[in-house]
């Protein structure tokens, strides 16, 4: 009888294990896999004797404004999604926006990362509080102080679809150099990441839809319809330069602001007069 009791026992605390193994709290009441299990959509191919029209744009993304920020999501942050992409190697990291020279994971934490000299306690005479010797601390960079983000894009005029829109070469998160004194250099880019390699990673994450949570986009769908508000800060020119760095608008905010309208405006125009209404 003894033996019958300990073996319903055992049975017993160990359906109970496997019940608490198995047990696992469930995000969702049914499965969520439609953003997860997607994959980009490839992009039409484009004849270059079709293509009438071209212009080279460079754009800021500022997520801090409303409509920029569910890529601050907490659950699903971009910065992360970039960040580890080319942390892991899981996309290749350029250089700058010509996308020729590669940026290993070890350049680019080298770059960011923040050293300062500080003055320690010599461990050699530790009694001695006045004994102090210069070491150089070294602070590691959080990607979640990346708040903006430069993208690429070319604008075409598809004469075969009579189409005119716009397609994200490459993006780029940017971060403001610390010297070593402290003084905030101006924003630069981290690296380049093309595009068309971050796309499939984007198709499987998700971006927070404030009004349907069954109606959730993919990073790659945002982008692709333009979810995001942004202002121009170069467009293609001889000097290979941003609005900001042409004489008439150096150290002129507003004027530079009005340029970038203005350049918005110009890509209104020109599809605007595309067609006969």
């Known amino acids: 009888m003894n ?6 026992t055992a049975l017993l605390l160990t359906g109970i294990g496997a019940e608490a193994q198995i047990s696992k709290f469930e995000d969702y009441t049914y499965p969520h896999t439609a953003v997860k299990e997607r994959k980009a959509v490839p992009y039409r191919y484009i004849r270059e004797a079709n293509v009438k029209w071209s212009k080279r744009i460079h754009r800021i993304i500022d997520v801090r404004e409303k409509q920029n920020k ?9 910065y992360l999604i970039v960040w580890n992409a080319a942390m892991n190697g899981e996309v290749s990291a350029y250089v700058n926006d010509s996308l ?8 680019v934490l080298k770059e ?12 050699d005479n530790p009694d001695d509080p006045y004994d102090l010797v210069p070491t150089t601390v070294s602070e590691v960079y959080e ?11 070319d ?3 598809d004469y075969n679809y009579s189409d005119f829109r716009a397609r994200i ?14 003084l905030e250099l101006g924003e630069t880019p981290i690296y380049w990441i093309k595009m068309d390699d971050l796309r499939d990673k984007l198709s499987g994450e998700e971006v927070f839809n404030a009004k349907n949570d069954a109606a959730r986009m993919s990073f790659d769908h945002w982008f692709q319809t333009r979810q995001f508000s942004s202002y121009i800060v170069k467009e293609s020119n001889m000097y290979d330069l941003d609005i900001a760095y042409f004489e008439e608008f150096r150290d002129d905010g507003v004027a530079s602001l ?18 006969e209404y």
Request: hydrophobic fraction near 45%.
């Open 3 to 8: 033996k019958i009791l300990v073996i319903l």
């Open 70 to 78: 569910v890529m601050h999501w907490p659950r699903n942050p971009f």
């Open 100 to 107: 020729t020279s590669i940026k290993t994971p070890e350049d």
């Open 112 to 123: 960011v990362s923040i050293e300062t000299t500080v003055m320690i306690p010599n461990p």
């Open 143 to 153: 990607p979640n102080k990346i708040v903006k983000y430069r993208i690429m894009e």
């Open 155 to 157: 604008w075409i005029f």
């Open 169 to 182: 070469i490459a993006i780029a998160p940017l971060w403001r150099p610390i010297t070593e004194s402290g």
């Open 258 to 275: 009005l340029e970038s309208d203005r350049i918005k405006n110009d890509l209104f125009i020109l599809e605007h007069d595309l067609w």
